[in-house]
């Protein structure tokens, strides 16, 4: 179990808490290029408790500013959009991609606010069809170039999932939980009468599993035992906020990007090789429906609606200090200890795990599960 404070330490993820500052060090995704169009080239994003707007400029450039103006909170949505910056449309007031206030109409020129940042912006980069956004302390690592995001032998597309009603570490620690796939999506889909090579293939005995720090975060293996035994290397988590699905040709990568402290956005992925390549601009994006039915409860015939239902149940906010942990949660566990880990690094003003910084590094990145033993928090999370 953890403590009410331990517990906000690793899930409250607004401006200035300590998961929040962690989390700040990472580019997020905020949205799909193409969902900026000539006809709509604004789009309103919520991300980690802030309102923001992301603007694509007459010249093809994105900024991402705060949504209210600085001056006198009138919405920048509905800005004029021109060469060099948003224009406030309440009295006319111009921001930068920094968020410098460079005009300001019917004001003295020895304004004393002309010039100053007085509008928080945060860098903006078009990666594999989606637009980051980093929103901690200068200098931004490099955006990390995945290799769903920038193989060119094969086809993108973009899905979002209906936005989540629960904390963001609830979905993450998913990630680190490999048993649950036997019950949550084996024996439900075996019982709805759901049965398929997917659902038959987790539908077996695990007899063991195992979970190791590395470099990007924590890896995976499990061994199944019954008819068909194999040992598999299980979909890694990447820190903070990312899940990597190997499935053979077609490649995946989840992001669970916190949009406040009870709701959570998943943005997904999806690479396949030897499809027709298409430019970060023609990237398709899929919204899935809403896996409701009408009456409220969970549809629980796929694999998305298990696991929102798994998720979704815990509360808003998951009240650590009830649970009791088993062998099998081990996985859990170091994901918690590595989080306290990286934000008291944080904390203390170093740099946490997972930035990329050289180039030389960045051209592609594939997940490699080399263990690095000097991740090993010291202490422990509790059962």
Not at 115 to 141: N, R, S
Not at 294 to 311: H, K, V
């Amino acid at each position: 179990m953890l403590s009410k404070e331990r517990n906000d330490r690793l899930t409250r993820i607004g401006p200035g808490t300590p998961a929040g500052n962690l989390l700040r060090r990472y580019w997020q995704p905020i949205c799909a290029v193409n969902e900026l169009t000539d006809e709509k080239p604004s789009k309103r994003v919520k991300i980690m408790h802030e309102n923001l707007v992301i603007f694509r400029l007459p010249d093809d450039t994105y900024v991402c500013l705060e949504e209210n103006c600085a001056h006198r909170a009138c919405s920048l949505y509905f800005g004029f959009l021109e060469k060099g910056g948003v224009r406030c449309p309440y009295h006319g007031w111009k921001f930068d991609k920094e968020g410098c206030v460079v005009e300001q109409p019917f004001e003295p020129p020895t304004s004393s606010t002309l010039g100053q940042k007085l509008q928080k912006a945060y860098p903006v980069e078009q990666l594999g069809g989606l637009l980051f956004i980093y929103m901690g302390p200068a200098p931004a690592p490099l955006l990390p170039r995945w290799d769903v995001l920038v193989r060119d032998d094969g086809a993108r597309k973009i899905q979002y999932r209906p936005d989540l009603n629960c904390n963001w570490l609830q979905i993450q620690e998913n990630t680190a939980d490999t048993t649950h796939t036997y019950y949550l999506h084996g024996q439900i889909s075996i019982n709805k009468g759901l049965r398929s090579g997917n659902t038959d293939y987790y539908y077996r005995p695990i007899v063991k599993y195992d979970f190791d720090y590395c470099e990007w975060g924590i890896d995976k293996t499990c061994t199944y035992g019954g008819d068909v035994p194999d040992e598999e290397r299980r979909p890694p988590l990447i820190f903070p906020n990312i899940l990597r699905i190997p499935e053979g040709r077609n490649e995946n990568m989840h992001w669970r990007v916190p949009i406040d402290d009870t709701h959570t956005r998943l943005i997904m992925v999806s690479f396949q090789p030897g499809k027709e390549y298409l430019a970060d601009k023609n990237v398709p994006v899929e919204f899935m429906p809403d896996d409701l039915l009408p009456n409220g409860e969970y549809m629980l015939t796929n694999f998305a609606s298990q696991d929102r239902m798994a998720w979704e149940t815990q509360g808003p906010i998951h009240d650590r200090q009830r649970e009791h942990l088993g062998a099998s949660d081990k996985g859990v566990v170091m994901l918690r200890r590595l989080l306290e880990q990286q934000i008291k690094i944080v904390e203390d003003g170093g740099e946490p795990m997972a930035l990329v910084r050289d180039p030389a590094k960045n051209k592609i990145i594939e997940f490699t599960s080399h263990t690095i033993n000097r991740l090993e928090p010291a202490g422990s999370v509790g059962r």
